[in-house]
């Protein structure tokens, strides 16, 4: 008789199961097959989508799973930074669900600002980031109902005019409006409050 020893290896082209056979042919007698298994695995793939909900301090950032590398993916979540490429090294949030879409609310951002974020994935082989998309955050915004108010005209020393007044209006205000007057002008917010030099408002106030 005679005896050889044959090597194989196992070359996946993608990040699946794979069970295939080995033929084994003779000139005389019934062909043999041998099975053989194997895994291929690779890092995660994922699209970052773009943000949504963004306000003056907060936005939400989107991701989808492509292909969980054919391993038990570990983490999933958004990362974000304000010079690009960011990656687990820079501000992240995991998603705690296990759906292949996610959403995270990133908060506690910079007004007016730009922003870079990608989607991540981890598996027990490493991680994949997704496209590197971008944002701006919101700015506060105030408007005056004028430009100026009328001359108040001829007031004797000592003695009051009548009160005119002005709305001021705020879009994504996130801090405290302060409005003040020097010399001999007065503000006051409501009919029934004392005049005085300078009012602090907030906007959870009106």
Not at 111 to 120: D, I, L, S
Not at 149 to 169: A, C, K, M
Request: hydrophobic letters at 35%; proline letters at 6%.
């Amino acid at each position: 008789g005679i005896a050889a020893t044959f090597r194989v290896f196992f070359s996946p082209t993608e990040a699946i199961d794979y069970q295939e056979q080995i033929t084994i042919n003779t000139n005389t007698g019934t062909p043999q097959y041998l099975p053989v298994y194997g895994s291929g695995v690779a890092i995660p793939i994922v699209e970052t989508l773009p943000a949504t909900a963004i306000e003056v301090q907060a936005a939400t950032g989107h991701g989808r799973l492509i292909s969980s590398g054919n391993l038990p993916i570990t983490e999933r979540g958004i990362c974000w930074n304000t010079s690009g490429d960011p990656d687990l090294e820079d501000n992240h949030l995991a998603y705690e669900g296990s759906e292949d879409e996610f959403a995270i609310t990133l908060s506690n951002l910079m007004h007016g600002t730009q922003y870079y974020v990608k989607a991540y994935v981890t598996n027990t082989l490493g991680t994949g980031y997704g496209e590197e998309q971008s944002f701006s955050t919101l700015w506060p915004t105030l408007v005056t109902s004028t430009d100026s108010l009328p001359d108040f005209g001829l007031v004797p020393v000592g003695e009051e005019s009548e009160p005119q007044s002005f709305t001021i209006s705020g879009n994504n205000l996130v801090d405290m409006v302060m409005l003040s007057s020097i010399g001999a002008f007065c503000i006051a917010c409501h009919p029934d409050s004392a005049f005085g030099s300078q009012i602090n408002l907030y906007p959870t106030d009106h």
